[in-house]
């Protein structure tokens, strides 16, 4: 009887070291497509401009990508919470219109599997649905 609880209380302890192998890892592994959030005392979202080009040049390797137009959002944490409610209701819905004082949240039936959204300059950002919970 003894040799079973051993053997048991190993499993035990290996399949809990995977568990939190795995939940630290997968945590540490979700990114947003193009967007970066700093989440102090002021959250900053720093995004693609989708409304400007990027900037490419002709190297002797090929085409180099130099320069990514990036766009920011600044809130509260507060306003943050309020973004993220409004982005996912947004993504249930085909076509929305959300406006606050620092950004606009839209979704529109030609876009399945985007959400866009647009600072007070008018940089315009892209969020896509399967990365929305990872808000």
């Not at 085909?94 to 949240?105: A, G, P, Q, R």
């Not at 030609?110 to 990365?131: A, P, Q, R, T």
């Amino acid at each position: 009887m003894k040799n079973k609880l051993d053997i048991v209380d190993w499993f035990l302890v290996i399949a809990l070291g995977f568990y939190l192998f795995m939940g630290t890892m997968t945590s540490y592994g979700q990114e947003l497509k193009g967007i970066t959030i700093d989440k102090s005392q002021i959250v900053t979202i720093t995004f693609e401009d989708g409304s400007r080009d990027k900037l490419y040049q002709n190297t002797d390797d090929g085409v180099k990508l130099v320069y990514i137009p990036k766009g920011e959002l600044k809130l509260t944490p507060k306003e943050y919470e309020r973004f993220v409610k409004l982005i996912k209701k947004a993504s249930k819905r085909t076509k929305s219109e959300y406006k606050e004082d620092k950004y606009i949240i839209n979704s529109y039936s030609w876009s399945d599997d985007s959400v866009y959204f647009s600072n007070e300059k008018n940089n315009i950002g892209e969020l896509f649905i399967e990365d929305i919970d990872k808000l």
